[in-house]
Protein backbone atom coordinates (compact mmCIF):
# COMPACT_ATOMS: atom_id res chain seq x y z
CA UNK A 1 0.00 0.00 0.00
CA UNK A 2 1.40 3.24 -1.00
CA UNK A 3 1.37 6.99 0.47
CA UNK A 4 -1.79 7.58 -1.71
CA UNK A 5 -3.74 4.86 -0.70
CA UNK A 6 -3.40 5.07 2.64
CA UNK A 7 -4.20 9.37 2.41
CA UNK A 8 -7.43 8.35 0.24
CA UNK A 9 -8.69 5.33 3.21
CA UNK A 10 -8.15 8.06 5.73
CA UNK A 11 -10.00 10.45 3.84
CA UNK A 12 -12.69 8.10 3.48
CA UNK A 13 -12.64 7.17 7.11
CA UNK A 14 -12.91 10.63 8.02
CA UNK A 15 -16.01 11.39 5.76
CA UNK A 16 -17.71 8.06 6.36
CA UNK A 17 -18.26 8.50 9.85
CA UNK A 18 -16.81 5.82 10.49
CA UNK A 19 -14.70 5.50 13.88
CA UNK A 20 -12.29 2.96 13.74
CA UNK A 21 -10.97 0.91 10.54
CA UNK A 22 -8.15 -1.72 10.19
CA UNK A 23 -6.44 -3.45 7.37
CA UNK A 24 -3.97 -6.50 7.53
CA UNK A 25 -2.39 -7.71 4.53
CA UNK A 26 0.67 -10.47 4.40
CA UNK A 27 3.08 -7.19 4.78
CA UNK A 28 1.43 -4.80 6.63
CA UNK A 29 -1.74 -3.88 8.93
CA UNK A 30 -2.90 -0.35 9.30
CA UNK A 31 -5.77 0.96 11.37
CA UNK A 32 -7.01 4.20 11.64
CA UNK A 33 -9.20 5.75 14.41
CA UNK A 34 -11.41 9.04 14.38
CA UNK A 35 -12.76 11.08 17.20
CA UNK A 36 -16.02 10.81 15.57
CA UNK A 37 -19.46 9.36 17.86
CA UNK A 38 -18.99 5.85 16.57
CA UNK A 39 -21.24 4.54 12.90
CA UNK A 40 -21.50 1.36 12.10
CA UNK A 41 -20.99 0.63 8.77
CA UNK A 42 -21.04 -2.81 6.83
CA UNK A 43 -18.14 -2.10 4.12
CA UNK A 44 -16.48 -5.09 2.07
CA UNK A 45 -12.74 -5.01 1.08
CA UNK A 46 -11.71 -8.21 -1.24
CA UNK A 47 -8.75 -9.83 0.86
CA UNK A 48 -7.18 -10.30 -2.98
CA UNK A 49 -7.44 -6.62 -3.50
CA UNK A 50 -4.36 -5.06 -4.93
CA UNK A 51 -5.56 -1.83 -3.34
CA UNK A 52 -8.11 0.09 -1.60
CA UNK A 53 -11.76 -0.76 -2.89
CA UNK A 54 -15.29 1.27 -2.58
CA UNK A 55 -17.19 -0.33 -0.32
CA UNK A 56 -19.94 -2.70 -1.27
CA UNK A 57 -23.01 -1.09 0.54
CA UNK A 58 -23.61 2.54 0.55
CA UNK A 59 -22.70 4.66 3.24
CA UNK A 60 -24.65 7.16 4.90
CA UNK A 61 -22.81 10.76 5.28
CA UNK A 62 -23.56 12.83 8.52
CA UNK A 63 -24.57 16.30 8.84
CA UNK A 64 -21.15 18.15 9.11
CA UNK A 65 -20.89 21.22 11.44
CA UNK A 66 -19.03 23.05 8.43
CA UNK A 67 -22.45 23.48 6.38
CA UNK A 68 -24.18 25.77 6.79
CA UNK A 69 -27.98 26.98 6.56
CA UNK A 70 -30.17 29.90 5.96
CA UNK A 71 -29.28 33.37 5.28
CA UNK A 72 -25.82 32.81 6.64
CA UNK A 73 -24.99 31.05 3.99
CA UNK A 74 -25.70 33.26 1.15
CA UNK A 75 -23.46 36.20 2.45
CA UNK A 76 -19.95 33.82 3.00
CA UNK A 77 -18.26 35.72 -0.19
CA UNK A 78 -16.80 38.70 1.15
CA UNK A 79 -15.27 36.49 4.02
CA UNK A 80 -11.70 35.24 3.58
CA UNK A 81 -11.54 31.30 4.38
CA UNK A 82 -8.64 29.97 6.11
CA UNK A 83 -8.15 26.23 5.24
CA UNK A 84 -6.01 23.37 6.28
CA UNK A 85 -2.58 22.97 4.71
CA UNK A 86 -2.46 19.69 5.71
CA UNK A 87 -3.55 16.27 6.86
CA UNK A 88 -4.16 15.73 10.57
CA UNK A 89 -6.20 16.08 13.65
CA UNK A 90 -7.26 20.02 14.60
CA UNK A 91 -6.90 21.52 17.90
CA UNK A 92 -8.05 25.13 18.88
CA UNK A 93 -5.73 25.25 22.16
CA UNK A 94 -2.32 24.41 22.81
CA UNK A 95 -3.52 21.78 25.29
CA UNK A 96 -7.12 21.14 27.03
CA UNK A 97 -6.68 23.25 30.05
CA UNK A 98 -5.17 26.02 27.88
CA UNK A 99 -7.95 28.58 26.42
CA UNK A 100 -8.31 28.45 22.76
CA UNK A 101 -6.07 30.34 20.25
CA UNK A 102 -9.14 32.39 18.84
CA UNK A 103 -12.95 32.46 19.43
CA UNK A 104 -15.43 33.82 17.16
CA UNK A 105 -15.32 37.96 17.04
CA UNK A 106 -11.73 38.16 17.96
CA UNK A 107 -9.52 39.79 15.91
CA UNK A 108 -6.69 38.73 14.45
CA UNK A 109 -3.20 39.89 12.43
CA UNK A 110 -1.53 38.29 9.84
CA UNK A 111 0.85 36.35 11.71
CA UNK A 112 -1.34 35.20 14.76
CA UNK A 113 -1.82 31.39 15.65
CA UNK A 114 -5.03 30.03 15.11
CA UNK A 115 -4.70 26.51 15.86
CA UNK A 116 -2.72 23.58 15.62
CA UNK A 117 -3.00 20.48 13.53
CA UNK A 118 -1.56 17.26 14.25
CA UNK A 119 0.00 15.32 11.19
CA UNK A 120 2.24 12.06 12.43
CA UNK A 121 2.80 12.96 16.10
CA UNK A 122 3.84 16.09 14.97
CA UNK A 123 2.13 19.42 16.33
CA UNK A 124 2.01 22.36 13.82
CA UNK A 125 0.86 25.86 14.57
CA UNK A 126 -1.38 27.41 11.94
CA UNK A 127 -0.65 30.93 11.17
CA UNK A 128 -3.14 33.53 9.77
CA UNK A 129 -2.42 35.16 6.27
CA UNK A 130 -4.80 37.77 6.51
CA UNK A 131 -5.56 40.62 9.59
CA UNK A 132 -9.30 40.56 10.18
CA UNK A 133 -11.92 38.89 12.78
CA UNK A 134 -12.86 35.45 13.38
CA UNK A 135 -16.55 35.28 11.90
CA UNK A 136 -16.48 31.46 11.90
CA UNK A 137 -14.63 28.01 13.23
CA UNK A 138 -15.82 25.35 10.93
CA UNK A 139 -14.27 22.57 12.84
CA UNK A 140 -14.83 21.04 15.64
CA UNK A 141 -12.07 20.91 18.33
CA UNK A 142 -9.65 17.63 17.62
CA UNK A 143 -11.48 16.48 14.51
CA UNK A 144 -9.80 15.30 11.63
CA UNK A 145 -9.22 17.87 8.63
CA UNK A 146 -7.74 16.88 5.24
CA UNK A 147 -5.60 18.89 3.16
CA UNK A 148 -7.84 22.28 1.74
CA UNK A 149 -10.49 21.84 4.30
CA UNK A 150 -12.03 25.43 5.36
CA UNK A 151 -11.04 26.10 8.99
CA UNK A 152 -12.06 29.77 9.67
CA UNK A 153 -13.91 32.06 8.18
CA UNK A 154 -12.89 35.72 8.39
CA UNK A 155 -13.71 38.93 7.50
CA UNK A 156 -10.96 40.90 6.30
CA UNK A 157 -9.90 44.50 7.45
Do not use: W
Request: hydrophobic residues 40%.
Amino acid sequence: MDIKQIQDLIRFVSKSGVNEVSIEQTDFKITIKTNQAPTIVNATIPAAAPGIQQPATPVAHAHTPAQTEGPAAADVSKYVTIKSPMIGTFYRSASPDKPNFVNVGDEIQAGSVLCIIEAMKLFNEIESEVSGRIVKVLVDNSSPVEYDQPLFLVEPM
